[in-house]
């Protein structure tokens, strides 16, 4: 039938107008940024918003529970537990930071080599094949057991278990772009390898890269705090929320407090971080609709389905 | 179906050998000499250097590889430092409570799941639809060993119903052996059935938008046999790798709330192995254990050749 | 009229409350078809003709949808059924078939389980009754190796045959009323014919009315006695399909029939195109709806809508210009238009 032009509605306000009216009717957005903000800041002030020394042992004051002196109580040891807590964010935040800047800086060199040279799509994708069969927090432990519980260890493996999924990703949206005619055009106009991926693939896989970036930041907090837990993340004195927690279930029948307010704090994190990476996602393509944390897995499924063919 | 069935377990390859490699290096993570690691620092010289021998580790890293990949490939995985058995006896004597607790708590999952993504995708948008997703939300925040501290707290310290831990064989009565696994299983149960009820939900919802659905409706069909038959049916390929990649991570990734239950399973062994520094047991262990994972990621592969009708025909057609 | 039409609709309103509001789908529709006789409904995508031809068998989710007006078929009103009563109607007295017969099927059940499904539905049959009859309905359809094909699934049929499939479930019961919607648009241009040809023969063989929906008018003219032209909701036209193509008495109607490709050799002539796009049906105001893409409007149509009215018997309109239009001996040139049928 008769080809039809659209009839342009009205004149289209200003970008940054229309973004912030969008972020503020995203509420899983709006909350997880919340919630985070203030996580974050009353880690970030630690020195302010306590003052109490994490360290400092008083024997005296042993397993008190929570008053107005020590508003979440003591430990075995007498210290203050929110203030362990507080630090402890602070190495949760380091740890899940420094895990989703590495993972995701090397994801994303190892996901668009994949997608442009299919020799290193080869060679990275079995690799990246192999790492994901593996279940993630054995492998982690592993890591961290043999080299030594240590900070730094501890990031290590994380990264190691959590390219993969960072690669996979903009892997995929890479190879979408790449697709798209304007990439062939450019080649034919001879444009170099580091051009066309820094300059035209970059800005289409930045989307799916930041909001796969907050799913593995959150991983990682919860991840740790697993590995702490067991004995196998950050070592002893240095609270983490995870040995914290262990340090909670040794006496856990006499001392509620220790469990319940470090347990509170990590899942408030994981869960501001889910809500935040579900809301980038609306918010960064709102095409996507706002259950599909799972469109990843139904795509796999279906590229099996595919594959099969 | 047989050239699908090829196809599949020959992409298994690869994946396999980088699984091999990554496993043998990890001993070789150690920082210093493995030798001396797993013995400590009191060690003689003497008894270090019958371990680097005993452990083929004066070999040059190739040949350690080839003589260790030998052994994997004829069912030798070592032996324990610490227990007087190889490492598959080891690894099968706990395999019982990690597949009883990894069952039940499967079941569980399984159970609330498919009730709580179907109400969900049926009453799409309303107060029950946004309460499951929530409940969905929390399931896959909260930490597992986090949980089953609440749960203990809570079932345990407060009401004193269930013991607090520990494990009890199915030989000493199937109630005493349930005793023991009911929190472990539902904190197991609670996480995985976040991840299946949402995939149930929005697998469910894409399957009642299709234009098929309409023509069933079209016949005269009842809205229940609507859903369950047409829908339920095409929703639930995808709904079943989930629930089959959960069941993989039961069985492989339980370790944790298996130490706070004290469940003497796989996950277990391998966290006292990791503290014994047993790398044998490691290695063997996390080996058989990715091992396993991949193949049961292959049987969900070939059940869903079986569902679904357009990837059986030789590998030919589909859509 | 000699006898009581099949279906006849009066003043149908289908509305969705959706995120943005209400939508009004369809406004206020009447029409009606007689026994035996197949009706068009044309208009371009968006126009209401698919959600008129799905609220007759009431498909929609009524938890978000409101229906308004009347549908009576055999003496009862569809709209005042039960969801009971209305189930024992779809599929059995009223059948459906849509536009894309690729996703329609199930894919995961054979073709025979789908069918037999439709007739133990409705009627007391064994299986093997039911079968029997499935193949019937596969041979009926003019599909090749029927006993085959009910054991195959969907995907193992080609487009056409599965198009002819869904007419055969469609037809399992005998309906007194079959709505096709877009039935051949999702098809390549030689099965289109044969898909119509077959619709063509079992219509007389079974006696059934039709509805046809669809914005081909070369298929309009191959099929129908009488057409309906709708847009955004309404009628605009409505008349006997050698009247409506040769003295189109709405501009819009006027448009569509000249944007279609014309036979006789006049290849300098251009296209026609009619200015703008279907407005969003929530954008619509008190006036007439067709005024901002309409070469005739004038303030009259801009400030008030006008009403369906009778231009001559059997030929409908709904335009404030019409009897200009009429003088002018009709809106189109209306030649060689029916050359491409």
Same mark, same amino acid.
């Given at each position: 039938?008769?080809?039809?032009?659209?009839?342009?509605?009205?004149?289209?306000?200003?970008?940054?107008?229309?973004?912030?009216?969008?972020?503020?009717?995203?509420?899983?957005?709006?909350?997880?940024?919340?919630?985070?903000?203030?996580?974050?800041?009353?880690?970030?002030?630690?020195?302010?918003?306590?003052?109490?020394?994490?360290?400092?042992?008083?024997?005296?004051?042993?397993?008190?529970?929570?008053?107005?002196?020590?508003?979440?109580?003591?430990?075995?040891?007498?210290?203050?537990?929110?203030?362990?807590?507080?630090?402890?964010?602070?190495?949760?935040?380091?740890?899940?930071?420094?895990?989703?800047?590495?993972?995701?800086?090397?994801?994303?060199?190892?996901?668009?080599?994949?997608?442009?040279?299919?020799?290193?799509?080869?060679?990275?994708?079995?690799?990246?094949?192999?790492?994901?069969?593996?279940?993630?927090?054995?492998?982690?432990?592993?890591?961290?057991?043999?080299?030594?519980?240590?900070?730094?260890?501890?990031?290590?493996?994380?990264?190691?278990?959590?390219?993969?999924?960072?690669?996979?990703?903009?892997?995929?949206?890479?190879?979408?772009?790449?697709?798209?005619?304007?990439?062939?055009?450019?080649?034919?106009?001879?444009?170099?390898?580091?051009?066309?991926?820094?300059?035209?693939?970059?800005?289409?896989?930045?989307?799916?890269?930041?909001?796969?970036?907050?799913?593995?930041?959150?991983?990682?907090?919860?991840?740790?705090?697993?590995?702490?837990?067991?004995?196998?993340?950050?070592?002893?004195?240095?609270?983490?929320?995870?040995?914290?927690?262990?340090?909670?279930?040794?006496?856990?029948?006499?001392?509620?407090?220790?469990?319940?307010?470090?347990?509170?704090?990590?899942?408030?994190?994981?869960?501001?971080?889910?809500?935040?990476?579900?809301?980038?996602?609306?918010?960064?393509?709102?095409?996507?609709?706002?259950?599909?944390?799972?469109?990843?897995?139904?795509?796999?499924?279906?590229?099996?389905?595919?594959?099969?063919? | 179906?047989?050239?699908?069935?090829?196809?599949?377990?020959?992409?298994?390859?690869?994946?396999?050998?980088?699984?091999?490699?990554?496993?043998?290096?990890?001993?070789?993570?150690?920082?210093?000499?493995?030798?001396?690691?797993?013995?400590?620092?009191?060690?003689?010289?003497?008894?270090?250097?019958?371990?680097?021998?005993?452990?083929?580790?004066?070999?040059?890293?190739?040949?350690?590889?080839?003589?260790?990949?030998?052994?994997?490939?004829?069912?030798?995985?070592?032996?324990?430092?610490?227990?007087?058995?190889?490492?598959?006896?080891?690894?099968?004597?706990?395999?019982?409570?990690?597949?009883?607790?990894?069952? $039940?708590?499967?079941? &569980?999952?399984?159970?609330?799941? %498919?009730?709580?993504?179907? *109400? !969900?995708?049926?009453? #799409?948008? @309303?107060?029950?639809?946004?309460?499951?997703?929530?409940?969905?939300?929390?399931?896959?925040?909260?930490?597992?060993?986090?949980?089953?501290?609440?749960?203990?707290?809570?079932?345990?310290?407060?009401?004193?119903?269930?013991?607090?831990?520990?494990?009890?064989?199915?030989?000493?009565?199937?109630?005493?052996? $349930?005793?023991?696994? &009911?929190?472990?299983?539902?904190? %197991?149960?609670?996480?995985? *059935? !976040?991840?299946?009820? #949402?995939? @149930?939900?929005?697998?469910?919802?894409?399957?009642?938008?299709?234009?098929?659905?309409?023509?069933?409706?079209?016949?005269?069909?009842?809205?229940?046999?609507?859903?369950?038959?047409?829908?339920?049916?095409?929703?639930?390929?995808?709904?079943?790798?989930?629930?089959?990649?959960?069941?993989?991570?039961?069985?492989?990734?339980?370790?944790?709330?298996?130490?706070?239950?004290?469940?003497?399973?796989?996950?277990?062994?391998?966290?006292?192995?990791?503290?014994?520094?047993?790398?044998?047991?490691?290695?063997?262990?996390?080996?058989?254990?990715?091992?396993?994972?991949?193949?049961?990621?292959?049987?969900?592969?070939?059940?869903?050749?079986?569902?679904?009708?357009?990837?059986?025909?030789?590998?030919?057609?589909?859509? | 009229?000699?006898?009581?039409?099949?279906?006849?609709?009066?003043?149908?309103?289908?509305?969705?409350?959706?995120?943005?509001?209400?939508?009004?789908?369809?406004?206020?529709?009447?029409?009606?078809?007689?026994?035996?006789?197949?009706?068009?409904?044309?208009?371009?995508?968006?126009?209401?003709?698919?959600?008129?031809?799905?609220?007759?068998?009431?498909?929609?989710?009524?938890?978000?949808?409101?229906?308004?007006?009347?549908?009576?078929?055999?003496?009862?009103?569809?709209?005042?059924?039960?969801?009971?009563?209305?189930?024992?109607?779809?599929?059995?007295?009223?059948?459906?078939?849509?536009?894309?017969?690729?996703?329609?099927?199930?894919?995961?059940?054979?073709?025979?389980?789908?069918?037999?499904?439709?007739?133990?539905?409705?009627?007391?049959?064994?299986?093997?009754?039911?079968?029997?009859?499935?193949?019937?309905?596969?041979?009926?359809?003019?599909?090749?190796?029927?006993?085959?094909?009910?054991?195959?699934?969907?995907?193992?049929?080609?487009?056409?045959?599965?198009?002819?499939?869904?007419?055969?479930?469609?037809?399992?019961?005998?309906?007194?009323?079959?709505?096709?919607?877009?039935?051949?648009?999702?098809?390549?241009?030689?099965?289109?014919?044969?898909?119509?040809?077959?619709?063509?023969?079992?219509?007389?063989?079974?006696?059934?009315?039709?509805?046809?929906?669809?914005?081909?008018?070369?298929?309009?003219?191959?099929?129908?006695?009488?057409?309906?032209?709708?847009?955004?909701?309404?009628?605009?036209?409505?008349?006997?399909?050698?009247?409506?193509?040769?003295?189109?008495?709405?501009?819009?109607?006027?448009?569509?029939?000249?944007?279609?490709?014309?036979?006789?050799?006049?290849?300098?002539?251009?296209?026609?195109?009619?200015?703008?796009?279907?407005?969003?049906?929530?954008?619509?105001?008190?006036?007439?709806?067709?005024?901002?893409?309409?070469?005739?409007?004038?303030?009259?149509?801009?400030?008030?809508?006008?009403?369906?009215?009778?231009?001559?018997?059997?030929?409908?309109?709904?335009?404030?210009?019409?009897?200009?239009?009429?003088?002018?001996?009709?809106?189109?040139?209306?030649?060689?238009?029916?050359?491409?049928?």
């Amino acid at each position: 039938m008769a080809s039809l032009e659209p009839i342009a509605v009205s004149a289209p306000p200003g970008r940054g107008r229309i973004a912030w009216r969008r972020y503020f009717s995203n509420p899983l957005l709006v909350t997880g940024t919340a919630i985070m903000s203030v996580v974050a800041l009353l880690a970030l002030l630690a020195p302010w918003t306590t003052s109490y020394d994490p360290y400092s042992i008083e024997t005296l004051n042993r397993l008190q529970p929570p008053s107005g002196e020590h508003l979440f109580g003591t430990d075995q040891l007498g210290r203050d537990v929110f203030t362990r807590v507080v630090y402890g964010i602070r190495v949760s935040l380091l740890v899940g930071a420094s895990v989703t800047a590495i993972a995701g800086a090397i994801g994303l060199l190892v996901g668009l080599a994949s997608a442009y040279s299919p020799v290193c799509d080869h060679i990275f994708m079995r690799i990246c094949d192999g790492l994901y069969a593996f279940p993630s927090i054995l492998l982690a432990i592993s890591i961290v057991a043999i080299m030594g519980p240590q900070t730094g260890n501890v990031i290590l493996a994380l990264t190691i278990v959590y390219i993969p999924s960072i690669a996979r990703i903009v892997r995929s949206a890479a190879l979408v772009v790449q697709e798209k005619t304007f990439i062939e055009g450019l080649r034919a106009q001879g444009a170099g390898v580091f051009r066309i991926m820094g300059l035209h693939m970059l800005p289409n896989v930045l989307s799916p890269l930041i909001v796969q970036a907050s799913f593995v930041f959150a991983v990682s907090i919860l991840t740790e705090a697993s590995l702490s837990f067991l004995g196998a993340g950050i070592p002893a004195p240095e609270p983490s929320l995870g040995n914290l927690l262990l340090d909670g279930k040794n006496v856990i029948f006499k001392a509620w407090w220790m469990t319940v307010f470090p347990g509170v704090f990590i899942i408030l994190m994981i869960l501001g971080l889910n809500l935040l990476g579900d809301g980038l996602r609306d918010f960064l393509d709102p095409g996507a609709g706002s259950n599909n944390r799972f469109a990843k897995r139904k795509k796999a499924v279906r590229r099996r389905r595919r594959r099969s063919d | 179906m047989t050239k699908y069935i090829v196809q599949r377990v020959l992409s298994l390859v690869p994946v396999l050998i980088v699984v091999a490699v990554v496993v043998f290096l990890l001993i070789h993570l150690s920082p210093g000499d493995p030798a001396s690691v797993i013995l400590g620092d009191e060690a003689s010289e003497e008894s270090v250097a019958e371990l680097r021998s005993r452990l083929g580790l004066d070999l040059p890293l190739y040949r350690q590889f080839f003589v260790w990949f030998g052994g994997v490939v004829t069912g030798d995985l070592g032996d324990s430092i610490f227990m007087d058995m190889s490492v598959t006896e080891a690894f099968f004597s706990r395999l019982q409570p990690t597949l009883s607790l990894a069952v $039940l708590a499967q079941t &569980i999952a399984v159970g609330i799941a %498919l009730l709580l993504g179907i *109400a !969900a995708a049926r009453r #799409r948008g @309303t107060l029950t639809d946004q309460a499951v997703m929530g409940f969905s939300l929390l399931g896959i925040s909260v930490p597992s060993f986090l949980l089953g501290l609440f749960l203990i707290l809570l079932f345990a310290v407060k009401l004193k119903w269930l013991p607090v831990a520990g494990y009890a064989p199915i030989s000493s009565g199937l109630w005493n052996h $349930l005793r023991y696994l &009911i929190l472990p299983a539902m904190v %197991l149960g609670f996480m995985q *059935a !976040a991840l299946i009820a #949402r995939m @149930t939900r929005s697998s469910l919802i894409e399957a009642l938008g299709e234009p098929y659905i309409k023509t069933a409706r079209a016949k005269g069909l009842k809205p229940g046999v609507v859903t369950y038959k047409h829908a339920l049916r095409n929703a639930f390929i995808p709904i079943l790798t989930v629930i089959g990649e959960t069941f993989g991570t039961l069985i492989t990734g339980a370790s944790v709330v298996e130490s706070v239950f004290n469940v003497p399973g796989i996950g277990q062994l391998i966290i006292s192995s990791i503290q014994r520094r047993d790398f044998a047991v490691i290695q063997g262990s996390i080996l058989l254990i990715t091992v396993t994972y991949v193949l049961l990621n292959l049987a969900i592969d070939l059940v869903y050749g079986l569902l679904d009708p357009r990837v059986k025909l030789n590998g030919g057609r589909g859509r | 009229m000699s006898q009581a039409p099949l279906l006849e609709i009066k003043h149908l309103t289908t509305k969705f409350s959706t995120e943005q509001g209400i939508v009004k789908a369809v406004d206020g529709v009447s029409l009606h078809i007689d026994p035996e006789e197949t009706v068009g409904i044309v208009g371009e995508s968006g126009c209401g003709k698919s959600v008129t031809a799905e609220s007759i068998l009431r498909l929609f989710d009524e938890k978000t949808t409101e229906y308004g007006g009347q549908i009576l078929f055999e003496g009862r009103d569809l709209l005042q059924l039960s969801e009971e009563e209305m189930r024992k109607v779809r599929g059995n007295r009223i059948s459906i078939i849509f536009q894309d017969p690729m996703s329609s099927l199930n894919p995961v059940y054979t073709i025979g389980d789908q069918i037999m499904e439709a007739i133990r539905l409705h009627q007391r049959a064994s299986r093997r009754q039911a079968r029997e009859k499935a193949l019937e309905l596969l041979r009926l359809t003019g599909i090749s190796d029927p006993e085959r094909r009910l054991r195959s699934y969907p995907h193992e049929l080609s487009g056409g045959m599965r198009q002819r499939v869904m007419i055969a479930l469609a037809l399992s019961c005998e309906p007194r009323l079959l709505i096709a919607d877009e039935p051949t648009t999702a098809l390549d241009v030689t099965i289109q014919a044969q898909i119509l040809e077959l619709m063509n023969e079992l219509k007389e063989k079974l006696r059934m009315g039709i509805m046809l929906i669809t914005h081909d008018l070369s298929v309009v003219a191959q099929m129908c006695s009488r057409v309906i032209v709708m847009y955004l909701g309404e009628v605009v036209e409505e008349a006997e399909v050698t009247t409506l193509f040769d003295r189109p008495l709405h501009p819009y109607t006027s448009g569509l029939l000249k944007s279609v490709p014309q036979l006789d050799g006049r290849r300098k002539q251009k296209l026609y195109e009619i200015s703008g796009a279907v407005p969003a049906m929530h954008e619509v105001e008190a006036c007439c709806r067709f005024a901002p893409r309409c070469p005739f409007a004038t303030e009259l149509c801009r400030s008030k809508a006008p009403s369906l009215e009778e231009a001559e018997p059997g030929h409908r309109v709904r335009c404030w210009h019409y009897k200009d239009i009429q003088a002018n001996g009709g809106g189109s040139d209306g030649s060689g238009l029916l050359v491409t049928a």
